[in-house]
């Protein structure tokens, strides 16, 4: 039996503005609520034109596939960081000021998700690509295909994407989920990539986390949003 579901939400993007060429990045994984139905995470780097830190936290809704009211929260420092600092310090100031965050929703950092998938070094694609992984506790085997367009070039620039996944049973059942929205332009987005997927401890929830490259003048930048399905 083939069971379709479209989630049409616009996913949830991570936004910085006034990013410097070559700006990169970090993702961090911050738990999920008690029954999975929330999710936190971040993401904090550099900006390379004036090595000034920067971070941004998120609160998604899982089945939602969007933010919780709220959460969308960032930080810029107003001075470059120091020799030997990788700008990570703005983030745990994001956390340590927005705690009531977490608590509201149960969130506990020690929660983080269970990988499914880890892109290896070196693996991309600019126009999709096919991944597959197993969730071996509940014997689930899932394919998922990333979908992506783009239309415009230089500063009109604008590309969409979405995920398709299916998921098959020992018992011979398949599922089918489309994940995403295509009618989302993003602006400058050159390309997405599946960096990791994983899951709640229930294994309900299910997290794409997608590697974005955007335009800047010097080379891409990199920044990070989440697709979400809840089982």
């Known amino acids: 039996m083939l069971k379709k579901t479209f989630l049409t939400a616009a996913g949830v993007l991570i936004i910085c503005v006034g990013l410097w060429a070559g700006d990169t ?10 029954n999975g139905g929330v999710y936190m995470f971040g993401q904090y780097g550099v900006r390379s034109g004036t090595l000034k830190p920067w971070a941004d936290l998120f609160m998604v ?25 990788d700008g990570s310090g703005a983030l745990y100031r994001l956390i340590a000021e927005n705690a009531g965050l977490a608590s509201r929703y149960g969130v506990s950092f020690s929660g983080q998700g ?4 880890i892109a290896l070094d070196g693996e991309d694609s600019l126009f999709g690509e096919t991944i597959e992984f197993r969730y071996f506790e509940s014997g689930k085997f899932y394919r998922a295909k990333l979908v992506s367009s783009t239309e415009g070039s230089g ?30 332009k993003r602006q400058g987005v050159i390309s997405y990539h599946i ?27 990199i920044r990070y949003m989440v697709e979400t399905l809840r089982l």
């Open 25 to 34: 990045a970090s993702f961090v994984d911050l738990g999920f609520s008690p």
């Open 61 to 85: 809704d899982v089945a939602r596939n969007d933010f919780v009211s709220g959460g969308k929260v960032s930080y810029a420092h107003d001075s470059p960081i120091s020799p030997g600092q």
């Open 114 to 117: 269970q990988p499914l998938y």
């Open 155 to 184: 500063q009109y620039l604008r590309s969409s994407f979405y995920i398709n996944l299916e998921c098959s049973s020992d018992d011979g059942r398949r599922e089918s989920y489309t994940i995403g929205d295509m009618s989302v």
């Open 195 to 221: 960096k990791k997927v994983i899951t709640d401890s229930g294994g309900d929830s299910i997290v794409f986390v997608i590697e974005m490259r955007r335009q800047a003048e010097g080379g891409p930048d």
